[in-house]
């Protein structure tokens, strides 16, 4: 792809240029002190840093994305050449093979698309395999509600292509650009997650190449089917995934529930998962130790006269999700016996965490030591403790 390739030069570039700077300063005896000021000043200048330079880039860097995602789906979508796509993959499996399988594999799949700050070096000694240009959504089944797509269509793209057409995954993570392959060969979790388990969970067949160069469709009659999810890569390669959808709709009714104790944020936590009115997506804030506030919210077909007003929390003037959470712990903003519902548009709430109003697309800076909690998968007792980075 032409926007990799130049992604992939002006990184080189950067990577020399920073490699040269670092030679040159040793050289002069100015590394360290320079080093010391600069480390000096991102701490202690941390707020005009996230506003100056971080902001703008992870603005361009969202631009960037979409684009990307745009142009895929304009000029690479080709789901026809899949077959084909799958074979340059067997190819390559069975040139190593026949090399004497002296290195290991993995996909040639580039570090700055990874979801990771660690800079991975360890490809430079192995077999790449070409799988990130897997980016097409195959076939929508509606009939029985299964999406197939390849493993490297991510995230966003999944929610473009699902929603006008009325649709969505049960369970959507809620990075933009986390791929379908990650999810499945690692994990991956939402606040519907106590109703519908893990994106795994979401799949009724893997399509995958094995060591061999054979290309295998399983599903939950092969024992293969459930070795894969969080096997990272080390059984084959994902070439295509099976995924169950379900009706979307326009609105969800999002409620705010205050706690004043972890007794109380437990009990109500257990009663909206096993309630008869169980919620769509469970999520919530502890703020202090005994401070928090829980928040749940139903799909929700169309906004009715009568309904509390539709809260578009995603323009720029909106405070921080966090912020407007507390409120409610705060000021006890509550509508008769109820806390207050707003109705919120689908893909607020929808794409990212279920219930939470937050903005995908609108910078959040890090506040440190706020405890998330995401819902358990089915069949776990263990409850999911996250500390927020994005709130």
């Given at each position: 792809m032409v926007l990799n390739q130049v992604l992939n030069l002006l990184l080189s570039?950067?990577?020399?240029?920073?490699?040269?700077?670092?030679?040159?300063?040793?050289?002069?005896?100015?590394?360290?002190?320079?080093?010391?000021?600069?480390?000096?000043?991102?701490t202690n200048y941390r707020t005009a840093v996230v506003l100056i330079f971080v902001m703008p880039l992870s603005v361009v860097f969202d631009c960037y994305w979409?684009?990307?995602?745009?142009?895929?789906?304009?000029?690479?979508?080709?789901?026809?050449?899949?077959p084909k796509r799958v074979q340059r993959v067997?190819?390559?499996?069975?040139?190593?093979?026949?090399?004497?399988?002296?290195?290991?594999?993995?996909?040639?799949?580039?570090?700055?698309?990874?979801?990771?700050p660690r800079h991975s070096t360890y490809k430079k000694t192995m077999h790449t395999v070409l799988?990130?240009?897997?980016?097409?959504?195959?076939?929508?089944?509606?009939?029985n509600r299964i999406l197939r797509v390849e493993p490297s269509v991510n995230i966003l793209q999944l929610i473009d292509y699902l929603l006008p057409r009325g649709w969505t995954l049960p369970v959507i993570p809620e990075l933009d650009e986390l791929t379908v392959g990650g999810l499945i060969n690692g994990y991956g979790i939402e606040t519907s997650s106590h109703h519908y388990g893990l994106f795994c969970d979401l799949a009724v067949?893997?399509?995958?190449?094995?060591?061999?160069?054979?290309?295998?469709?399983?599903?939950?009659?092969?024992?293969?089917f459930h070795c894969i999810p969080w096997s990272y890569g080390t059984l084959g390669f994902l070439t295509a995934v099976e995924l169950k959808v379900i009706p979307a709709t326009k609105y969800v009714r999002h409620r705010y529930v205050p706690v004043y104790s972890v007794e109380e944020c437990v009990k109500k936590w257990k009663e909206f998962q096993t309630g008869e009115d169980s919620p769509d997506f469970l999520e919530g804030f502890m703020y202090t130790e005994n401070t928090g506030?829980?928040?749940v919210a139903w799909y929700h077909a169309e906004a009715k006269p009568g309904d509390p007003p539709v809260n578009n929390i995603n323009w720029w003037y909106k405070p921080y999700f966090y912020k407007h959470a507390l409120s409610f712990v705060e000021e006890k903003r509550l509508r008769g016996a109820h806390p207050l519902e707003p109705v919120l548009p689908a893909p607020q709430p929808l794409h990212l965490l279920g219930p939470r109003e937050s903005g995908s697309h609108v910078p959040q800076p890090h506040f440190p030591h706020r405890l998330r909690m995401g819902s358990p998968s089915q069949g776990s007792s263990a409850q999911a403790h996250r500390v927020s980075r994005r709130h």
């Open positions: 570039v950067l990577r020399l240029i920073g490699s040269a700077l670092y030679f040159i300063l040793g050289a002069l005896g100015l590394r360290g002190p320079l080093w010391n000021a600069f480390t000096y000043s991102l979409r684009l990307r995602t745009w142009y895929i789906a304009k000029y690479m979508s080709a789901p026809a050449l899949h067997q190819e390559a499996v069975r040139d190593w093979a026949r090399q004497g399988k002296k290195q290991r594999m993995c996909t040639a799949r580039p570090g700055w698309l990874t979801v990771s799988t990130h240009d897997l980016t097409d959504i195959l076939e929508l089944d509606t009939k067949a893997y399509e995958i190449v094995v060591p061999s160069g054979e290309v295998k469709r399983v599903t939950p009659k092969d024992k293969l506030v829980l928040m």
